[in-house]
């Protein structure tokens, strides 16, 4: 089984920023995107943002502008910044991955919330 390491949660005042990361145990030659969902309670799942193995990154229409992924290879990692935050950003932010051959996996998620 895959093992997360999500880190870079909390509260924050809106305006404001942090940034999120998510290890996985697995090497970065074997994973095709990684990226993160969120979800609110009574709410599905939502698209933030992804990255492939080749830089390609895809993000959500409610986030586009504020928030950038990367990613380091070397160590198997992704980041997420997110500046200008806003409380409908406030939600469990889930690192998700894909593997080329297919299979994909969830990290146990991290509490973000934005509040005055």
């Known amino acids: 089984q895959v093992q997360f390491v999500e880190s870079g949660g909390g509260l924050v005042q809106p305006g404001g920023s942090l940034r999120l990361s998510c290890a996985a145990s697995a090497s970065m030659f074997s994973i095709y995107v990684m990226g993160w969902y969120r979800q609110t309670a009574g709410k599905q799942r939502e698209l933030v943002a992804t990255?492939?193995?080749?830089?390609?990154?895809n993000y959500g229409d409610s986030v586009k502008g504020r928030f950038t992924i990367s990613r380091d290879n070397a160590n198997s990692t992704a980041y997420l910044q997110m500046n200008s935050l806003k409380p409908e950003d406030t939600a469990v932010y889930y690192c998700?991955?894909?593997?080329?051959?297919?299979?994909?996996?969830w990290g146990q998620g991290t509490q973000v919330t934005v509040s005055s």
């Open positions: 990255i492939t193995n080749r830089g390609s990154t």
């Open positions: 998700y991955l894909q593997f080329i051959f297919g299979r994909d996996y």
